[in-house]
């Protein structure tokens, strides 16, 4: 049996009194690849922000490699271990720098400075970024901050991955990348997005946000 990495315990969620997410169970294991669609306003971030202890649920419970998180300090070690690339890279990007946002999460992490160096030198190489190194983040385009900050998750060797909408902006070459690199170096994650063909490439099922509940929607 796969051991349970998230566990959602009849969870619900609402901004003010506006409900979102309503009694949602949902279980990912060690080594699941799985999607999320739903259409938009459905709760999708919300859910992931959920899992990272952004918000806190109004009922139910959250579990993180076997352990119940309620209180932002028992989400210290679920932001350390599962690397969440938010909707917005402008979320995601705070340094003057490219290679500065690359490194922050292995420092973070403990690495030493070399170590970053290395890591960041590899992140680029794999993406083809290596020109942006050197920029501010100011001066990006909108694809190039996409991967940007797909390389500060993926320079922090997350345990599990959870992305929200990865393939939005990007182009095909681009694209392609981020597929080989699900393909060959992720072992479980969350993928958010509307692009199907994107899913059934880097998936192996896809559950379903709609009317406030999570389904089973579809399996390769
Ligand atoms: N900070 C907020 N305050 C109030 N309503 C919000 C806030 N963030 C999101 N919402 C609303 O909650 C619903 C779910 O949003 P979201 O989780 O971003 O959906 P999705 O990611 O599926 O598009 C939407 O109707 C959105 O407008
Ligand atoms: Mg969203």
Known sequence: MEKTLIKLENISFGYNSFPVLK???????????????????SGKTTFLYIIMGFLKPVSGKVFIFGRERKK??????????????????D??????????????????????????KEIVKNIAKVFNIEHLLDRPIYKLSGGEKKIVALATVFAMNPVCYLLDEPSSGLDEDTRNKLIKFLKNHVKTCLIVSHDRKFLKETVNKIYILKNKKVSLYQVF
Do not use: H, W, Y
């Open 23 to 41: 009694n949602i169970n949902f279980e990912l294991k060690f080594g699941e690849k799985v999607g999320l669609i739903g259409p938009n306003g």
């Open 72 to 89: 932002d300090k028992d989400f210290l070690e679920v932001r350390q271990k599962l690397g969440l690339l938010f909707q917005d890279s």
């Open 91 to 116: 979320s995601q990007l705070f340094c003057p720098t490219v290679k500065e946002d690359i490194a922050f999460g292995p420092l973070n992490l403990g690495k030493s400075r070399n170590e970053a």
